[in-house]
C-alpha cells in the first residue's frame, strides 16, 4: 500500500495512480494518515494484538553510496530534516544518517538509486534547494600474509637487491622511538609515564571468519551488551534460551573455522569484537595470568575484583578506536586479529603502593591547615599578629612542598588519567602492528549483469576492463542472440558506467549493478622498487598507475590528511621567466 500524508490536505495515493484522491469510502482501495509517527519502513495494522506480523520486504540491494546533503540556505534546515525523515519511510531501500562530524549523510544502493532519492527529496518531501557533495565510495583497510613473489613474479629473497636498505630506513623513520617492532611483527610499547607496557600482534583472519562475523553481526552485538552488563555489575534480564543457543551455535562455527596450531584456544580467549563492538575484527588475550572473554554470557561469570579488571575497558576501547580508523586511509578495518600478548602493570601496582601514605598525610596536614586558619588570632599586639602571619605563611610553605612532592609521586597526572593513556597506548600499539604487516586495502564491489547482442560484445568488454571490471561468465541466452555476461566492478569506478555502456554499444548493453562483496586489492599501495629486476621492469621511478595508491590518496585529501606526492618530478624540459620580446 503506498501512502502519503499531506497536512495541507488530506489526500491520498494509491499505487499507479497520478491522481490524488479524496478520503472517502471505496470498497477496493483505502489509505490511512497519521501513522508518520508510528511507521518506518512497513508495518502490519491490526485491531488484535495476536496478529502475527506479515514478513517485511527483502531486498537484495545493499546501500553503499553516501552523499553528504545540506540546505543551500542554512535556515531551511528544519524543511530538510523533515523532508529526510520522509524519504526514509518512504523508501525501504535508503538510509538516513548524521555522521560524527555532524553531516546529514544519505546511503543509497547507486547511482540511479541516489539521483532519484535527491529528486524525491528537492520536489516531493523537502521542496527546498539543498546542495550535494561528491558520492563518498566507502573502502576497508586490512592485512595479507607476506607475498612470496615480488611484482615481476620472481621468488623473493633469490634476486639482487640493489634498494633494500634505502626503504628499510624509510620505514624505521616511520617508528618513533620508544616502539620496539620485532621480526614477526609484534610491538611492544608502555604508556607516556612507563608504568604499564604492552605488546600486540596483528594476524589476518581467515575469509570464511570475515564473513561469518559479518552475517551475525545483530549477535555479536546482543553478546557484548550482555557481557559488558556483567563486567559493570548491572541487573539484566534473563537471556531467553533461543539466544542462548543462536551464540552457542555461532561460538561452534567459530571454532570449526578458527583450525590450525596458531589458532589453538582461540575463540575462548575472544576478548572483544570491532569496530561499535561488532564488526568483523577480534581482540584476543593472549596474557599469562589474566582470563577474560567475551562469552562471560553463556556461564554468566561475574566480574571479579583486581586492578586489571578495573582498566579492562581502557584496552577494550583503544581497539575499538584503532579498529574503527586505520593508519593507510583512516578507514575502518575488516578481518584483522590483534592478540595482547603482554600487559605489565607492575610499576603502576608499586607507584600505587607508595602514594598511599603521602595522600593520607597530604589529607591530615590539609584538615590540620583549615583548623588552625579557623582559630581566632591570640593578642592585640602587633608584634603577636607578624607572629601569627610568619607562622601562617611557614605552614603553608610546608603544605605546598608536600602537596609538591605528592606530585612527584604521582607522575600520570601530569600525562592526565591513566586509563586515558592505556586507551591512547593500545590504539598506537594495534595501528604500529597493522603497519609491520603488508597492508591492502578493500574495495567494494558490485555484481553486473549485463545482457547483450555479440555484435557489442567487444565493447562491452573493453568498458569493463578499462573500469578495473572483471568478467566471471559469459552465456548465451537459449533460442536468442543475446548474451549475458555476469562480471564485477568496484563501487568506486561504477560512477556513469551504465551512461557510457549505452553510448558505446547504441543502447543495444544495459547494465545491472547490485553489490555485492568487499574484495582486496591485489596492489600494495606503498610498494617501491627494490630488485635489478623491479628497476629494470617498472624503471626507476616506478610511475606507473597503481590502483590502490589512487584510491588511497583520494580518501585522505578528501579526509584533509597528508598525502606524500610530489607535484613536479623529474622535470625533463627548463623552464625560464625570461618573455619573448
Known amino acids: 500500500m503506498g501512502m502519503r500524508h499531506e497536512e495541507e490536505e488530506e489526500e491520498y495515493k494509491y499505487p499507479g495512480s497520478q491522481e490524488p484522491q479524496k478520503p472517502g469510502p471505496d ?13 518506518l519502513k512497513s508495518a502490519t495494522l491490526s485491531s488484535s494484538p495476536a496478529c502475527p506480523p506479515f514478513t517485511p520486504l527483502n531486498f537484495e540491494a545493499t546501500p553503499i553510496v553516501r552523499v553528504a546533503i545540506e540546505p543551500k540556505h542554512p535556515s ?38 541516489l539521483q532519484r532519492c535527491l529528486d524525491d527529496l528537492k520536489e516531493r518531501f523537502a521542496k527546498i534547494e539543498i546542495s550535494v557533495s561528491k558520492p563518498i ?25 640493489v634498494a633494500v636498505i634505502h626503504q628499510s630506513k624509510e620505514e624505521q623513520n ?13 610491538v611492544t610499547m608502555s604508556t607516556p609515564n612507563r608504568y604499564a607496557t604492552l605488546s600486540v600482534r596483528a594476524t589476518p583472519l581467515p575469509d570464511a571468519v570475515t564473513r561469518l562475523l559479518e552475517e551475525n553481526s545483530d549477535l555479536i552485538r546482543t553478546v557484548e551488551q550482555f557481557t559488558s552488563s556483567l563486567n559493570e555489575g548491572k541487573k539484566t534480564q534473563e537471556m531467553n534460551l533461543k539466544t542462548s543457543e543462536r551464540i552457542q551455535e555461532f ?10 596450531r596458531k589458532w589453538r584456544n582461540a575463540v575462548e580467549g575472544i576478548w572483544s569484537f570491532g569496530p561499535r563492538k561488532c564488526g568483523p575484527n577480534i581482540l584476543m588475550n593472549r596474557c599469562e595470568g589474566y582470563e577474560r572473554s567475551v562469552w562471560q554470557c553463556l556461564d554468566k561469570a ?42 605489565d602493570m607492575s610499576r603502576f601496582e608499586e607507584q600505587m603502593l607508595v602514594d598511599k601514605p603521602d595522600l593520607e598525610e597530604g589529607k591530615v596536614s590539609e584538615a590540620r591547615q583549615t583548623k588552625e586558619e579557623a582559630a581566632p ?31 612527584e609521586a604521582a607522575i600520570a597526572d601530569c600525562y592526565g588519567p591513566f586509563s586515558g593513556q592505556l586507551i591512547a597506548t593500545m590504539k598506537e600499539a594495534c595501528r604500529y602492528a597493522m603497519q609491520a604487516k603488508p597492508q591492502r586495502l578493500m574495495a567494494a564491489m558490485y555484481t553486473c549483469e549485463i545482457m547483450a547482442t555479440a555484435e557489442v560484445l567487444g565493447r562491452v568488454y573493453a568498458v569493463l576492463s578499462k573500469r578495473e571490471g572483471r568478467v566471471l561468465q559469459e552465456e548465451m541466452k537459449e533460442g536468442t542472440d543475446v548474451f549475458i555476461i555476469k562480471a564485477v566492478l568496484p563501487v568506486a569506478e561504477s560512477f556513469g558506467f551504465a551512461d557510457e555502456i549505452r553510448k558505446r554499444t547504441s543502447g543495444l548493453a544495459s547494465p545491472q549493478l547490485v553489490f555485492s562483496h568487499w574484495e582486496v586489492i591485489s596492489d600494495d599501495p606503498f610498494w617501491v622498487p627494490t630488485t635489478e629486476e623491479e628497476y629494470l621492469h617498472f624503471g626507476e621511478k616506478a610511475d606507473s598507475e597503481n590502483q590502490a595508491r589512487k584510491y588511497m590518496n583520494a580518501v585522505r585529501k578528501r579526509k584533509g590528511l597528508y598525502v606524500d606526492e610530489k607535484i613536479v618530478e623529474h622535470a625533463e624540459k627548463q623552464r625560464t621567466l625570461s618573455r619573448n620580446k
Not at 27 to 39: D, H, K, R, Y
Not at 99 to 112: M, P, Y
Not at 327 to 340: A, D, I, N, R
Open 27 to 39: 470498497p477496493e482501495n483505502g489509505g490511512i494518515g497519521g501513522l508518520q509517527e508510528f511507521v
Open 76 to 113: 531551511e534546515m528544519p524543511q530538510l530534516l523533515k523532508g529526510m525523515k520522509l524519504l526514509n519511510q518512504a523508501d525501504p531501500c535508503v538510509q538516513v544518517l548524521v555522521q560524527e562530524t555532524g553531516e546529514h549523510v544519505l546511503v543509497t544502493a547507486g547511482e540511479v538509486h
Open 137 to 161: 565510495i566507502p573502502f576497508r583497510e586490512t592485512i595479507t600474509r607476506p607475498p612470496k613473489v615480488d611484482m615481476v613474479n620472481e621468488e623473493i629473497g633469490k634476486q639482487q637487491k
Open 174 to 186: 616511520r617508528i618513533p622511538e620508544g616502539v620496539q617492532v620485532e621480526a614477526d611483527g609484534l
Open 251 to 260: 561460538k561452534q562455527k567459530l571454532e570449526q573455522s578458527l583450525q590450525g
Open 302 to 343: 561475574t566480574k571479579d575484583a583486581s586492578l586489571y579488571r578495573d582498566f579492562d575497558n581502557s584496552i577494550v576501547s583503544g581497539f575499538q578506536l584503532a579498529t574503527l580508523s586505520g593508519p593507510m586511509c583512516e578507514e575502518p578495518l575488516m578481518g584483522v586479529c590483534f592478540s595482547v600478548e603482554k600487559w
Open 377 to 407: 588570632v591570640s593578642g592585640s599586639d602587633l608584634d603577636s599578629t607578624s607572629k601569627n602571619d610568619e607562622l601562617q605563611d611557614s605552614n603553608q610553605q610546608n603544605l605546598k612542598s608536600a602537596s609538591k612532592r605528592r606530585g
